[in-house]
């Protein structure tokens, strides 16, 4: 037999607390967004002084408080109410039981230990409470009591009631009540809404942007052979996650890029705040002395150790297909389905669904929304220059009107050997009004690439500034693309579309098709035969070529007596390298390009001042090769005496005065080389 415990009469005439139930608006709209939102309208009929209430799960709670917008043309919102988020936790803070303890009436009792009740007559203070079954008895609950008198023992058969002396304590036991039946549907909440002022029956709606699943769009796309009209069907997987049944609801699919966030509105936040400690009197520390100790040794210097150094478009093969008298039958059998009303904003397209939809809670539907014909012609596209073979392609431009979001496409053909045949799949990524998108579905294994590349760089002008020449230089780059189609005629009239990276700092040297995320794109039509493709980029540097060392001053004031020079032949205008440089590049330099006129004429002064610095070198060679006899012959005057003496000394003179002679004859040559660079010089300013 089911037992019962009937609380007093005080406890059960005391009001409810749990707030009124409202009147349920069933859900009439649903805007889903491919942000993670869902937009859910409720509408009904409200009488006077009815409330609103609706369940929600509780993790949409959050964004319910935050959005929540009531519409009610006579009555005012007066509040919001909802359980608290931990709702048994709250309702039996405080009480001196637990919620395990309204297991069965005896551990309820038992738990209330100490309370004042009243019971078949007799008042006194809770000792416990058991279940009692006596033989060929009802079942009875057995109270012991503290009452004035000692203790009482009471039998209490079915029916009988208790009552709690503390009204509060009974209302809380209630509220307890009422939360522990509440939380057997933990996962959702009631809200309720009060409204006020409403004299007469009326139409009100609320509505709230909750978080929900992604509305996914998939598509079906039907290809024509060459060029054409492709069959576009889109279709919509929705998921109703709202905790409500969507019956006869108007759906609508809104891609776009909204900001949304979260907040926690419905959980308890409590503010930290820094704990100021209790201040004591500060303890006193004193190290011990231990003595003093003997002064360690003496440690040998450290040894240097050497530190490292651093190292310095023809059809698509089909899984299967159909006859070719069946293309049109097949294109033309697809079932249409109902295209949804696009509306569009600035950065928003929605497609409103014609018709009511009806989604149980916790199903998932996938509706159709979008059926259109739209231009489209097949290709060739290379992602890749080192890919072996070309992607089958197409290529699709919008012109439904509105904005075509991002989904998965399932491609078929529409006629010949493909009719109805699974080609591939692809992601189409949203398409704007008016524009095109490449939708590359498989790979072309009939058609053949080869690529290679290569760099070089030619001289195209010169200019001058005193000591330097500046060399203008083009960089070329090129990249060269081999298509072998398998056959002379295969691929003729075909259209190849190559996407090629940008390098920053050089211009392309071929017609650039469109520019965007795939870098540059080129476009061809194919001869039908083999054929290669180029693709060239250039960029204009500029390079110096130092005919004269500033560094070593005015020519006219460089003596050959200060410098080394066969250590500073590069440095000097007529060195080596520096004339066989420039006739290079003369070679190279176009007839007509500018400067070219100059860079000759500087080649030959150059040619010269080499003549010019050649002699003054074996002049200089000249004159230490004397000033080494001249150095021999005082050496021999120092040591000899009588008549060798006095040879020594004319040797010494003789040797004074070729030195003298030499010196004069490098002292001339040097001078005229300085004189026609530094006339160069004047010339390249």
């Known amino acids: 037999m089911r037992k019962r415990l009937l609380l007093a009469p005080l406890l059960l005439a005391l009001p409810a607390m749990a707030p009124a139930w409202g009147q349920d608006l069933p859900v009439t709209a649903v805007t889903l967004s491919n942000a993670g939102l869902a937009q859910i309208e409720r509408a009904g009929r409200l009488a006077p002084g009815a409330a609103l209430s609706f369940r929600v799960p509780v993790e949409d709670v959050d964004d319910v408080l935050k ?69 060929n008895a009802a079942p009875a609950l057995r109270l012991t009591l503290v009452t004035e ?44 809404i009060r409204l006020a002022g409403a004299t007469a029956p009326r139409e009100v709606s609320l509505g709230y942007v909750a978080a929900a699943p992604l509305w996914k769009p998939s598509w079906r796309l039907v290809v024509p052979a060459s060029t054409g009209e492709a069959r576009l069907q889109g279709w919509a997987v929705v998921e109703n996650r709202s905790g409500a049944d969507w019956d006869q609801v108007r759906l609508a699919l809104v891609s776009g890029n909204p900001a949304a966030f979260h907040q926690a509105l419905y959980a308890p936040i409590r503010v930290a705040r820094p704990e100021l400690p209790v201040r004591v009197a ?98 060739w596209w290379v992602q890749d220059l080192s890919a072996r073979n070309p992607l089958s392609a197409l290529r699709l431009r919008n012109t439904s009107g509105h904005t075509l979001p991002d989904g998965l496409a399932t491609l078929y053909g529409a006629e010949g050997p493909e009719a109805g045949a699974f080609l591939g799949d692809a992601e189409i990524r949203a398409v704007a009004p008016g524009e095109t998108r490449l939708i590359g579905f498989a790979r072309d294994r009939d058609l053949r690439l080869s690529a290679a590349s290569a760099s070089g760089e030619r001289p195209v002008g010169a200019e001058f500034r005193r000591g330097v020449v500046v060399l203008r230089v083009v960089l070329r780059q090129e990249s060269a693309l081999a298509l072998d189609p398998g056959g002379a005629e295969a691929g003729r009239g075909a259209r190849m579309i190559v996407d090629l990276p940008r390098r920053p700092g050089f211009w392309p040297r071929f017609p650039v098709a469109a520019e965007g995320d795939f870098g540059l794109r080129h476009e061809v039509v194919l001869d039908g035969g083999p054929q290669t493709l180029r693709f060239a980029w250039e960029q204009e540097n500029r390079r110096e070529l130092p005919v004269w060392d500033a560094g070593l001053g005015d020519p006219l004031l460089l003596r050959w007596r200060d410098i080394d020079v066969e250590q ?91 030195a003298e002679r030499a010196g004069a004859a490098a002292d001339s040559a040097w001078d005229g080389w300085a004189r026609a660079a530094q006339e160069m010089l004047a010339r390249m300013e």
Not at 353 to 365: D, K, M, Q, Y
């Open 67 to 135: 959005s929540l917008l009531v519409r009610d043309p006579a009555g005012r919102v007066e509040g919001v109410r909802l359980p608290a988020q931990d709702l048994v936790a709250e309702a039996f803070r405080g009480l001196p039981l637990k919620p395990e303890d309204f297991a069965n009436r005896a551990t309820l009792l038992r738990a209330l230990r100490g309370q004042a009740v009243e019971a078949a007559g007799a008042s006194g203070r809770l000792v416990d409470a058991e279940e009692v079954q006596a033989p």
């Open 149 to 192: 008198q000692g203790l009482r023992s009471l039998a209490l058969p079915d029916g009988d009631g208790i009552r709690f002396a503390d009204p509060a304590l009974a209302a809380r036991l209630r509220r307890a009540a009422e939360a522990l039946a509440a939380a057997s549907t933990a996962d959702s909440r009631v809200v309720e």
């Open 282 to 379: 500060e303890g006193v520390s004193v190290r011990a002395d231990t003595g003093a100790t003997p002064p360690p040794p003496p440690m040998p210097a450290p040894a240097m150790a050497a530190m490292p150094m651093p190292a310095p478009a023809p059809a698509a093969r089909a899984l299967g297909g159909a006859a070719p008298e069946q293309a049109v039958r097949f294109a033309d059998s697809i079932a249409a389905v109902p295209a949804a009303l696009p509306a569009s904003a600035a950065g928003r397209v929605a497609f409103a669904l014609p018709n009511p939809v009806t989604v149980r809670s916790g199903e998932t539907a996938n509706l159709p929304f979008l059926d259109a014909a739209l231009p489209a012609e097949r290709v």
């Open 568 to 658: 500073s032949l590069r440095r000097l205008p007529g060195g080596p390298a520096t004339l066989e440089n420039l006739r290079a590049t003369l070679e190279r330099l176009p007839a007509e390009a500018p400067g070219r006129d100059r860079l000759a004429a500087l080649a030959d002064r150059l040619a010269e001042l080499r003549g010019l610095l050649d002699a003054a070198r074996t002049a200089i060679r000249g004159y230490r090769s004397a000033e080494a006899a001249l150095a021999r012959a005082r050496s021999a005057a120092e040591d000899r005496t009588g008549a060798e003496r006095e040879e020594a000394r004319r040797r010494l003179n003789a040797a004074s005065v070729a």
